[in-house]
């Protein structure tokens, strides 16, 4: 088949194309990272899963892999525009589109401390089909993003490169960081595991169970101590995944989702956005309505989840003794849920 050219990678742009998830077979196995400290490091570097699937962690520097991985993420996120019934303003879905996941960022922002895994099908002798992503931090401890002025830190340095007392604008007295409540920087990451972020299916693709055949891939292919402990090989010449799961920063909506996948809550690691007065938080909206922070909060289970008694999912990882500030904050007028915590562990 034919691949249509689209824009620069270079560009900071929203990119929409659909045909820029189709490309060359030859320079999607290119793409395709080799790691020279590989336990077999004769083996192909990607490997194949069936039903003409293969996985493989590429470069993202690779223009027509940007653009491609770009299309995928950039279409999906229409969904969460508050004008088509998503939970984000328009403007934050606009700013997320041409700053972090444009073809721009996607080869310069996170993907240069991450692992770009790539699921994709062959179409015809000469053409792939990128099907679905995720980007995988290569160290345990790296930290993709903190509010909105910092990326790629070091969970163990974040308080030696982070401001916390740096002024949101002009006035020194209204600080940045008041306008967040989040855990405590110690705890704000759980150790060993490896932050994730852009996970996604193709639009035309879900359904599928693709999300599913990815996570499984990746355990059984990539996670060292998984691999060890079955007494399985290591089947590829790749970078391995050397932590005990994944650990991901989500927006609210994607709970429910993520834990479809296998993954679990991290109780107490909320984050919330805090309204002042000389910062006031955009409105929100359900199905055409504008709602209340509470009325938000609650439509994602706070403070319910934590009234009810039931015990959380075993890991040493939660962050217990913050649960009950959660709760306060959960009902507080002024705090909008920001994010929750999810976990997968390799097994």
């Known amino acids: 088949m034919s691949i249509p050219p689209t824009a620069s990678p270079g560009d900071k742009l929203i990119n929409l194309n659909p045909h820029d998830r189709f490309v060359a077979t030859e320079l999607l196995r290119r793409a395709y990272l080799r790691y020279?400290?590989?336990?077999?490091?004769?083996?192909?570097?990607?490997?194949?899963?069936?039903?003409?699937?293969?996985?493989?962690?590429?470069?993202?520097?690779?223009?027509?892999?940007?653009?491609?991985?770009?299309?995928?993420?950039?279409?999906?996120?229409?969904?969460?525009?508050?004008?088509?019934?998503?939970?984000?303003?328009?403007?934050?879905?606009?700013?997320?589109q041409t700053e972090i996941i444009s073809p721009y960022g996607v080869a310069n922002l996170w993907g240069t401390t991450g692992h770009r895994f790539v699921l994709s099908r062959t179409v015809d002798a000469a053409t792939s089909e990128l099907l679905a992503?995720?980007?995988?931090?290569?160290?345990?401890?790296?930290?993709?993003?903190?509010?909105?002025?910092?990326?790629?830190?070091?969970?163990?340095?974040?308080?030696?490169e982070v401001d916390f007392q740096q002024p949101?604008?002009?006035?020194?007295?209204?600080?940045?960081?008041?306008?967040?409540?989040?855990?405590?920087?110690?705890?704000?990451?759980?150790?060993?595991?490896?932050?994730?972020?852009?996970?996604?299916?193709?639009?035309?693709?879900r359904g599928e169970g693709l999300a599913e055949r990815l996570l499984a891939a990746i355990v059984e292919k990539y996670a060292r101590n998984a691999i060890e402990a079955r007494g399985g090989s290591i089947e590829h010449s790749q970078y391995l995944l050397c932590g005990r799961g994944l650990w991901q920063i989500g927006d609210p909506p994607w709970l429910s989702r993520m834990e479809k996948l296998g993954f679990y809550l991290r109780w107490g690691a909320e984050s919330f956005f805090i309204e002042h007065d000389w910062a006031p938080l955009p409105p929100t909206f359900d199905r055409g309505q504008r709602i209340s922070n509470l009325d938000y909060n609650r439509s994602f289970g706070l403070p319910r989840r934590y009234e009810e008694g039931r015990a959380p999912p075993a890991s040493t990882e939660h962050i217990l003794d913050r649960v009950d500030a959660v709760v306060r904050l959960s009902q507080d007028p002024r705090a909008k849920l920001q994010y929750f915590q999810t976990m997968f562990d390799f097994r």
């Open 36 to 96: 020279e400290g590989s336990r077999n490091p004769s083996a192909i570097n990607h490997v194949h899963l069936g039903d003409g699937l293969e996985l493989g962690i590429v470069s993202s520097a690779v223009p027509e892999l940007a653009r491609g991985i770009s299309s995928m993420l950039s279409r999906s996120l229409e969904d969460a525009r508050s004008d088509r019934g998503g939970h984000l303003p328009v403007a934050v879905v606009q700013r997320v």
């Open 168 to 205: 949101a604008g002009g006035d020194p007295t209204q600080r940045w960081f008041d306008q967040f409540a989040f855990p405590d920087l110690p705890r704000f990451k759980p150790t060993a595991y490896h932050q994730i972020a852009n996970f996604v299916v193709a639009r035309e693709h």
């Open 133 to 160: 992503t995720i980007l995988v931090g290569r160290r345990k401890g790296t930290i993709f993003f903190l509010t909105g002025r910092y990326n790629n830190l070091r969970h163990s340095k974040i308080a030696e």
